[in-house]
T-cell receptor
Framework: DAGVIQSPRHEVTEMGQEVTLRCKPI?????LFWYRQTMMRGLELLIYFNNNVPIDDSGMPEDRFSAKMPNASFSTLKIQPSEPRDSAVYFC????????????FGSGTRLTVV | GEDVEQSLFLSVREGDSSVINCTYTDSSSTYLYWYKQEPGAGLQLLTYIFSNMDMKQDQRLTVLLNKKDKHLSLRIADTQTGDSAIYFC????????????FGAGTRLTVKP
């Protein structure tokens, strides 16, 4: 298995632009998680899905952030409009059974908003 | 909220043992994990332990859990330069085992 695949690896955008991050989970995993990592705040859970349904989005910072999972093999995290404080590494992770046996993380997308 | 705490830095000599410590506050923690993050990469699950266990060993890795003190440690025997990375402790609870809480990570530097 190729693991959790995220694209792009790096994204540089101007403030106010729309940014879309993509994730392909491991086939057969029915949980998908979006995390954000910054030096100041560490790893923060933004949202997670179970069987393509959003279960907990309480970590989404504000209405500028939205996430979708149209099918079992694809998810997007969108920021519109983007701001410099959104600069971070965004990770997608998937798992077969929730947290029980841990998550498999993608390599992340490093977002820089200038 | 509930916290997971780790020291931020650890430096050891190649061939020595490394011990990375973690404390957590949620007494409902059911699963505890160690992840490794190398530069430019995602987190890689190293090992996990259930709260009804005291110890788990996997090759050079030994996890010790003191549930009374809410203390978790990861010992790496014969530490190599390739072990240099950030190590994250994490926990999840029985009431919501779809949510994992991470510590800030310990940066392990292995000197030749």
């Amino acid at each position: 298995d190729a693991g959790v695949i995220q694209s792009p690896r790096h994204e540089v955008t101007e403030m106010g632009q729309e940014v879309t991050l993509r994730c392909k989970p491991i086939s057969g995993h029915d949980y998908l998680f979006w995390y954000r990592q910054t030096m100041m705040r560490g790893l923060e859970l933004l949202i997670y899905f179970n069987n393509n349904v959003p279960i907990d989005d309480s970590g989404m910072p504000e209405d500028r952030f939205s996430a979708k999972m149209p099918n079992a093999s694809f998810s997007t995290l969108k920021i519109q409009p983007s701001e410099p404080r959104d600069s971070a590494v965004y990770f997608c992770a998937s798992s077969l059974s929730g947290a029980r046996e841990g998550y498999t993380f993608g390599s992340g997308t490093r977002l820089t908003v200038v | 909220g509930e916290d997971v705490e780790q020291s931020l830095f650890l430096s050891v000599r190649e061939g020595d043992s490394s011990v990375i410590n973690c404390t957590y506050t949620d007494s409902s923690s059911t699963y505890l994990y160690w992840y490794k993050q190398e530069p430019g990469a995602g987190l890689q699950l190293l090992t996990y332990i259930f709260s009804n266990m005291d110890m788990k060993q996997d090759q050079r890795l030994t996890v010790l859990l003191n549930k009374k003190d809410k203390h978790l440690s990861l010992r790496i025997a014969d530490t190599q330069t390739g072990d240099s990375a950030i190590y994250f402790c994490a926990e999840s609870t029985s009431y919501n085992n779809n949510d994992m809480r991470f510590g800030a990570g310990t940066r392990l530097t292995v000197k030749p």
